[in-house]
């Protein structure tokens, strides 16, 4: 099985370039009105949520034992990938993820050629959240062609160890297992109407195969935050006001 999510705001302004007309993917891979989407998109710029690279280059993958949203069980280790993995903490319903899921589905097969693995793993507080259930995950993953898994980190165990902040949150690691590079997939924002591409993550992993680890530079990811469960948000977590 393979398959991705949020946090909203209170900002009442639309950006005037930001149009949802004829993009599906915003809306009713949602399930919700064109009207709320839009809504719901003038949220982000007071919702943004920036990685935390806590997680420095050079350390350790944190191993972790998850499902994914069958039920089937994977170790960290068996998944990983002969010339790199990348892990991708992610959800079904947060727009910065929406925006970016097919091209991610796309690179991924990309990456699975050069023999670099991707791992998704959503976090989420799903009682309180319930776009992010396991249920939503399986359609979520079809829906943008996620042929890779996507776990569920109900715990939130693996989110703390790997500091993750926001969906979504890339980190890429080398043969050996180490952090190449933390950030972004690409400049592209749901705000500021940049075409959405591989073009940050792309960059590292081509230094990386290239044994070029040291000219890797991180560049923030951001999104929403990760949905914590009450009395288990991380000590980086500032909640929105």
Sequence with gaps: MKT??????????????ISLE????????????????KFMLSTL????????FTLEKGQQAPAFQLA??????????ELFGDNGTLVVFACNHCPFVIMLAKELGEYAQELAELGVSTIAINSNDVANYPQDSPAKMVE?????????PYLYDESQNVAHAYAAACTPDFYLFDGDGQLAYAGEFCPARPTNGV????????AA????????IDGIKNS??????????????????????
């Design 68 to 77: 994914d949203a069958e039920g089937k069980n994977y170790q960290s280790a």
């Design 220 to 241: 923030f990811s951001s999104g929403c935050n990760i949905k914590w469960k009450t009395g288990n948000e991380p000590v980086y977590f500032t909640p929105k006001r």
């Design 22 to 37: 004829g993009d599906e993917r915003r809306g009713s891979c949602l399930g919700i009105s064109l009207d709320l989407a």
């Design 140 to 148: 979520f993953a079809v829906q943008n062609g996620w042929n890779f």
């Design 45 to 52: 710029i007071m919702a943004e949520v920036k990685s935390t």
């Design 205 to 212: 992993v081509d230094l990386m195969l290239a044994g070029r």
């Design 4 to 17: 991705h999510t949020g946090n909203l705001g209170n900002s009442s302004k639309m950006p005037s370039h």
């Design 195 to 202: 075409d959405v591409t591989a073009s940050s993550l792309r």
